[in-house]
């Protein structure tokens, strides 16, 4: 999809951080936006700085999980705006600190709103890609929690949902590309948003809301790390080039190498002991 003047764009977890970055760019090159999110207000707000680009935005309250809430926005959407170009299924959360002691309510929500949201988006909006005329493109916000494995602070939880949603994504991608529907994984590293503060969206069924940072971040955790807006530019390149992967960081690619070399070496032990076992 190389031009993407007046097309139409879709963004969860628009109201904060890489949603918002993603839905500026999209309205700076002249598309209309759709923006949901599930803290009331905030896609309300990034909507008036997308209207003030002289494009047409709606926002909604939507919680990613909500599979019936979907299907009503998809009927929206396609009523108003007549089809759907960009889906970006970018809402997570965060779950922090030693894989072993995640709680059985972290497993549930990390991967209800980081592996089933996509997947809810996708299903809701999939179909109707299809049978529309003009292009038709999804971004699944992953991360690079879903190529390596606690560099920077222990993230078990949340890089198992971003391996999953990251396989699932290259799949899709192999798959759809047949039918000429574009499929990308966005895989930032450090990005200044509020996903240290992610706790604040945990639902009371899961042990409620807290104001309290992630273990190991503090509120200005992220404030050195990369502006969402310049994430937002990046997707709309990867996007316009139909990229299985979407870097932001390029420089952390050391990081996907040391992953891969120690699944290496233990082909490589394996190998040698099939060796011996042989000799
Ligand atoms: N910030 C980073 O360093 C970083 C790095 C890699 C990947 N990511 C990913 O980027 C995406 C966006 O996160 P962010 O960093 O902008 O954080 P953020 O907290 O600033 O924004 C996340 C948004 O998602 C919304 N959200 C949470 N649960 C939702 C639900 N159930 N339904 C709908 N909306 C929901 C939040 O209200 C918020 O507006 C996430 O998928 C996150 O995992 C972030």
New binding site residues.
């Given amino acids: 999809m190389d031009n993407l003047s007046g097309k139409v764009a879709l963004i969860?977890?628009?109201?904060?951080?890489?949603?918002?970055?993603i839905a500026l760019a999209c309205a700076d090159e002249g598309m209309d936006v759709i923006l949901?999110?599930?803290?009331e207000g905030?896609a309300q707000a990034v909507a008036a700085e997308v209207e003030a680009r002289e494009v047409q935005a709606l926002a909604v309250d939507?919680?990613?999980?909500d599979t019936v809430a979907y299907e009503w926005l998809a009927e929206r959407v396609y009523d108003e705006f007549g089809e759907l170009n960009l889906l970006v299924n970018?809402?997570?959360?965060?779950t922090a600190g030693p894989v072993s002691q995640g709680t059985r309510a972290d497993w549930d929500w990390t991967f209800?709103?980081?592996l089933f949201?996509v997947i809810n988006g996708i299903d809701t909006f999939l179909p109707r890609m299809r049978s529309q005329e003009g292009d038709a493109h999804i971004v699944n916000?992953?991360?690079?929690?879903g190529l390596r494995l606690n560099e920077v602070v222990p993230l078990g939880v949340?890089s198992a949902s971003?391996h999953a949603a990251l396989a699932y994504t290259e799949s899709l991608h192999d798959e759809l590309a047949a039918e000429g529907i574009g499929v990308s994984a966005?895989?930032?590293?450090?990005?200044?948003?509020?996903?240290g503060?992610?706790e604040?969206?945990r639902p009371s069924e899961y042990g409620g809301p807290s104001e309290e940072p992630a273990r190991g971040f503090s509120p200005g955790t992220?404030s050195q790390?990369m502006d969402?807006e310049d994430v937002g530019r990046v997707v709309l390149r990867g996007v316009k080039a139909n990229r299985r992967l979407i870097f932001s960081h390029p420089e952390l690619r050391d990081q996907v190498e040391r992953r891969y070399e120690r699944i290496m070496a233990d082909f490589e032990f394996f190998a040698q002991s099939a060796e011996e076992l042989s000799s």
């Fill in positions: 969860t977890g628009a109201g904060s951080g890489i949603g918002r970055g949901a999110d599930v803290q905030t939507l919680d990613v999980s970018n809402a997570g959360v965060m209800r709103v980081n949201g916000t992953v991360s690079m929690a949340y971003k966005l895989c930032p590293g450090g990005v200044n948003t509020l996903i503060m992610a604040r969206n992220m790390q969402p």
